[in-house]
């Protein structure tokens, strides 16, 4: 791993979940526990780059040397995003976006009474898909995390969402994915695929880092 490897390059990882407000005190949100993009952001300080990491709610240290932004909800994340995107190479989303938010948020706490009541969501905007879209986008990295037929799913989601590149991450294994140590990926692009058998976040990160360096150089 050369400590140039993306020297002067500007690097935004999007990390965590999104907590999507219901009322004053509950939420919707996921298992990310940021392990994964924090990785990312030490590993691209590491390889030379400024590093912005935009982050959900997590309660991990922010790695030193990077420009950090938190947030909560989708539609924070994207704002924030979007603030980045002139100021951007590079842009990962490893971020665990809530799909759905309540269509509204109550103004006060949603007081017990029925027995069954319903919660109507909507849906959030994509956000690497909207970065992909913009006039001049970075190079643009997605992940998929998928439980089935990960491969496939995870190239469709590249195509969809016209990214450069993507990570599929099979969330069904034991030990790996959200909230755990380790990991183990398949990186997959235009013109190839490589598989990086499980290891540390952090050795998962350097791999990754050095594929997308690898491959925008050829771009
Ligand atoms: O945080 P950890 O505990 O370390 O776990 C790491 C991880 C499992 C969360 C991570 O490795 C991972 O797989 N992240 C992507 C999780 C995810 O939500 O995947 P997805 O397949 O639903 O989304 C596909 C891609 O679209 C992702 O790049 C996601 O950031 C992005 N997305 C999704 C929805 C949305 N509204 N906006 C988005 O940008």
Known sequence: FESGLLA???????????????????????????????????????????????????????????????????????????????ECDIFIACAAVADYRPAQVQGQKIKKGAEEISLPLVRNPDIVATIAAVEKPPFTVGFAAETQDVLAYARDKMQRKHLDMIVANDVSEQGIGFNSEENAVTILHESGQ?????????????????EIARVYREN
């Open 8 to 86: 002067g390059k500007r690097v935004v990882i999007t990390a965590g979940p999104t907590r999507e407000a219901l009322d004053p005190v509950r939420y919707i949100s996921n298992h990310s526990s940021g392990k994964m993009g924090y990785a990312l952001a030490a590993a691209a300080v590491a390889a030379g780059a400024r590093t912005t990491l935009i982050s959900g709610p997590v309660t991990l240290p922010v790695p030193d040397h990077v420009a950090f932004h938190p947030v909560e909800s989708a539609r924070d994340m994207l704002a924030a995003c979007l603030d980045q995107v002139a």
């Open 194 to 210: 490589r598989t990086l058998a499980r290891a540390t976040k952090f050795n998962i990160a350097r791999e990754i880092l050095e």
